[in-house]
Nanobody
Framework: VQLQASGGGLVQSGGSLRLSCTAS????????IGWFRQAPGKEREAVAS????????RYADSVKGRFTISRDIIQRTVYLQMNSLNPEGTAVYYCSVRYRGADYWGQGTLVTVSS
């Protein structure tokens, strides 16, 4: 099981970024996958998730209405579209899957939002 996150970068407050998480070793249709983030000096927090069936999409209250999780089964990729970013969005973003009872994490991609 491997996850490869990408798409981070520097963006101005109010801007947008789309993160990608390419998965291998398991089927996106069978397992829930989520996006998490860890800001400097803070604990890792859940941002968005979806079940393998594509349903039960959940968002952290802090990103509702601004972030959208989606996936492309053929490309084996999960996306996190982030709009109206603010400096509180500065963090390393990770994708993660719970596969057969174990949590697997991508390497993280850094998002920096300048004010």
């Amino acid at each position: 099981v491997q996850l490869q996150a990408s798409g981070g970068g520097l963006v101005q407050s109010g801007g947008s970024l789309r993160l990608s998480c390419t998965a291998s070793g398991f089927s996106l249709e069978s397992y829930a996958i989520g996006w998490f983030r860890q800001a400097p000096g803070k604990e890792r927090e859940a941002v968005a998730s979806m079940l393998g069936g594509g349903g039960n999409i959940r968002y952290a209250d802090s990103v509702k209405g601004r972030f959208t999780i989606s996936r492309d089964i053929i490309q084996r990729t999960v996306y996190l579209q982030m709009n109206s970013l603010n400096p509180e969005g500065t963090a390393v973003y990770y994708c993660s899957v719970r596969y057969r009872g174990a949590d697997y994490w991508g390497q993280g991609t850094l998002v920096t939002v300048s004010s």
